[in-house]
Every structure is written in C-alpha cells, then in structure tokens.
C-alpha cells in the first residue's frame, strides 16, 4: 500500500528539480589520473608509461618495461564560496587503477593497459538546480561518474610509440510509474503499486596518442581525446483512479525529461619530457580544450496532467507548463598549460638486477615531484539570467615517491609508493547583472580545492 499524497510529492518534486542537470567532466580532468601525475601537474603526456599512460597518452604503454599493476586514492575537499558563504559543492573521492602488460608481437614490442576510477559514493548523482541558480558548473560532483579506459600501443620503429582505444563514462537512467486506486480523504486505504526501473548506461569515446624519442633531450608526445556526451533521461508516470468521497477521477499523469549527465569537451594535448640531465625530468604540457562545444545542463522537460471527472464535477486543470527557455551557453576555448618537475633525490643501497631494466639500479630510489597548471575559466561574464560560476584556477602540487627495487625474489621488478597532494586556488571574481533586479543580484564567488592522495603500483 502506497499513499497518493507521496507518490505526487515525489513527480512534483521530479517536474521542479528535473529542469537542470549538472553536465559535468570526469575526475582524471579536474585533479589528475595517479599519484604521479596529480604530483606533476598532469604533465605527463610525453612521459607517461604505467597505468596512468591509459589516460594521459595511451602509446606511452609501449614504454612499459615490465607488467605493472597499480591502485591508488585519492580525497579532493572542495571550499568553494558565493559571497562567503558555502556553495554546498561536495568533497569527491574514489579509486584508480589499471594494469600495463607489455610483449611483443612479431617482433613488434606491443603493450595493452587498462585504467579506471571508481567513485567510492555511487556510480551517479543528481543534483538539479534551474539555470538562474548560481552553481559552480565545472567543479561540482566531478568523481560520481564512472571512468574506463583500455588501449594499446606499440613501437613500429625504435624511436616511434603509437598507441589508442577507448575510453568510457558511466552513469544511470531511470523510469518511475505509479499505478492503482488512491482515496484522497483516506490514504491509508489506497492500493497503489509502483515500479522503478533503472539501469547503468555508457557511452564511449576515441583516445589517440604518439610518443617520438628526441634522442638524448627525452621525448615528445601528443595526444587526442574525443568529445563525449553522456545523456540522462528521467520518465514518470501516475496512472490511476482518485476516490473524492465516493467520486472516482481517472488521472493520468507523465514527466518526461532529457538532458546531458556528462559532457567531455574533445582535447589536443602536445607535451614534451627533456630527460638529458640524469634523474632530472622536466615535462610541459599544452592542451586545447573544446569548451565552446560545452552542452546546456538544461534540461528538456515534457509534463502533461489529464483527468475525467464525471460531468456533475466541475473541474478546471492547468495547462501543461510550457518548455523551459535555454540561454545559450557560449563559452570558450582555452589553451592550458602544465608544467612538471622530478627529481631523484635519493638512490642508496646496493645495486639489483631489475625486470626489464637495462643495467643495475640502486636498492631504494626517492623522486620529489613538483608540478603548476593554469587554466583560464572558459565561462563568460554572467550578466544576464544564467549564473554558471567558474574563475581562473592555479593549482599547485607536490609529491614523492618510494621505489624498492627487487624488493623480493617473487617480485623481480619493483614496488613503488606515490604520495601527491595538490592546492588548487580560484581567486575572487565578482559577478555584476545588467539588471540585478530582474535575476540574484550581483555576487562574489572564489575558494580553494585539496586534493590528496596515493597510489601504490607493483612491477614484475
């Protein structure tokens, strides 16, 4: 038994927050993909050659020296603020990991990687705002989204790694139908039956990558990610009879809405790692991102209500509301610089034969990892209706690394431990309306976002 005053409540409140969606990116874009590369600003495009190489440039796992599997956390606190106070955007965490496995095929050296994060709160979230509800729109709820990737790679010629696959965003959709007999003056003796169907639905999209040795300087690297767009759909549907007093009312009901649960704009990374020096890396990265092409988090919403009561009862029902109006996004693309630094700072201990490495390496090796981003907000100035909050964002990293090398005869390669954390800084920006009347009013907005995390990777 279900009474009907909950069932309405629930498409009432379906019809009101089903107008917006938050059509958001993906975690590895917003604070890296692995301790290593959140550590180094994300520049890894030419120098990626674990599991992280599924993401940051997949023909680095052509470089892979042995089989590596890797797993890691990681816990980003967001502080986000509108006019000081708290925007409510959530702290997001989860977990990564993926594998490398490299051979050769006819003589070829070919590798095949995996990588995912996996949020640790739900595959998916909702959280729907209207278009004139200030909303931090590139940062909020990046992690409930499902990331996969696989690829492979392989190097045609001793200077020359290519490599590609595809990459997947996850998330779910739903109906909801309440069918039966509710009596309006007593709910309890209603006989209501409700149906709730949901499923997990992906979409892909194309990696590509080449990775070219410049000959004792290090490597260039360049990568492509296609443009993804996760659509959610929200049906809801009440069919039924409503018992006034002993005056039965046929009702029907149905909410439809359509709107986009993701969207990744498509990138073009070209990065370089300069190697010369030994134990020194330095890596800079240049990506342009698509963010003209950033879809409305808007939803398209459908409502009909539609009732037969008899003719002795008058009874007028409103018209189905009308389609909400989308302001047109019109934000732009950007150029984002990274840049990262390593350096071995220690190698003691003796000296071990390693799996897959030439020579002989030191027992214990410590890396100190620096990196620094700057992305220009792609979001333009909210005068009018919409407020799609965003600022510029510098974000700073560091991080270390503690690499055992043949740390165990069943472990010929090495095991690593990587520690990042990463302080993000978005300076305060002030939103002025042409008519601050007609909308929220002019505000302030900026904050800070943590990220800290490990991961821990075994090679053999």
Same mark, same amino acid.
Not at 199 to 219: H, K, M, N
Not at 362 to 372: D, F, K, S
């Given at each position: 038994m279900r009474r009907l005053p909950c069932a309405a409540a629930l498409l009432l409140a379906l019809v009101v927050s089903g107008r917006t969606r938050r059509a958001r990116a993906h975690a590895p874009d917003a604070y890296g993909f692995g301790s290593r590369g959140a550590a180094?600003? +994300?520049a890894l495009a030419a120098d990626a050659t674990d599991f992280s190489a599924s993401y940051y440039n997949p023909a680095g796992l052509a470089g892979a020296t042995g089989l590596g599997l890797s797993i890691g956390y990681a816990y980003a606190s967001n502080h986000l603020r509108t006019d000081g106070r708290d925007s409510g955007v959530r702290d997001?965490? +989860? *977990?990564?990991?993926? /594998? @490398?496995?490299? #051979?050769? @095929? *006819?003589? @070829?050296?070919?590798?095949?990687?995996?990588?995912?994060? /996996?949020?640790?709160?739900?595959?998916?979230?909702?959280?729907?705002?209207?278009? &004139?509800?200030?909303?931090? &729109?590139?940062?909020?709820?990046?992690?409930?989204i499902l990331f996969l990737a696989a690829n492979v790679a392989l190097r045609p010629l001793p200077f020359l790694e290519i490599g590609g696959g595809v990459a997947f965003l996850a998330s779910t959709r739903g109906r909801f139908s309440v069918t039966g007999r509710a009596d309006a003056l007593s709910p309890y003796d209603s006989a209501l $039956?409700? &149906?709730?169907?949901?499923?997990?639905?992906?979409? $892909?999209?194309?990696?590509?990558?080449?990775? @070219?040795?410049? #000959?004792?300087?290090?490597?260039?690297?360049l990568t492509y990610r296609g443009e993804a767009k996760l659509p959610l759909s929200i049906d809801a549907r009440l069919r039924g009879v409503v018992d006034f007093a002993g005056i039965e009312v046929p009702l029907l009901y149905e909410l439809e809405s359509r709107t986009v649960d993701a969207f990744l704009p498509q990138q073009v990374v070209v990065g370089a790692s300069f190697q010369r020096i030994e134990g020194l890396r330095v890596n800079v990265d240049v990506a342009w991102v698509n963010w003209s092409a950033y879809e409305s988090p808007v939803a398209r919403t459908r409502a009909h209500l539609e009732a037969t009561p008899p003719p002795e009862v008058p009874l007028d029902l409103p018209d189905d509301p009308r389609p909400t109006s989308v302001v047109p996004l019109r934000f732009a693309d950007r150029l984002v610089p990274r840049l990262g630094v390593e350096y071995l700072a220690l190698a003691a201990g003796g000296l071990r034969k390693v799996a897959g490495q030439q020579g002989e390496r030191?027992?214990?090796?410590?890396?100190?990892?620096? +990196?620094?981003v700057y992305e220009r907000s792609p979001v333009p100035p909210q005068r009018g209706a919409t407020n799609y909050i965003d600022a510029d964002r510098h974000t700073v990293s560091l991080g270390a690394g503690v690499v055992l090398n043949r740390p165990l005869a069943e472990l010929p390669g090495s095991l690593r431990i990587d520690l990042h954390g990463q302080l993000s800084v978005l300076p305060e920006v002030v939103v002025q309306k042409d008519n601050p009347a007609d909308f929220v009013g002019d505000y302030r907005a900026g904050g800070t976002m943590v990220n800290l995390g490990g991961t821990v990777t075994a090679g053999f």
């Open positions: 180094m600003g +994300g997001v965490h +989860g *977990l990564s990991g993926g /594998l @490398v496995a490299p #051979g050769e @095929v *006819l003589g @070829v050296p070919f590798a095949f990687g995996l990588a995912t994060f /996996l949020p640790d709160d739900g595959l998916s979230r909702i959280k729907a705002l209207r278009q &004139e509800t200030p909303r931090w &729109e590139l940062h909020d709820d990046r992690l409930s $039956r409700h &149906e709730v169907d949901a499923d997990l639905t992906s979409i $892909r999209y194309p990696q590509l990558g080449a990775r @070219v040795r410049a #000959g004792d300087l290090g490597f260039v690297g030191r027992a214990i090796e410590i890396p100190l990892r620096a +990196g620094y």
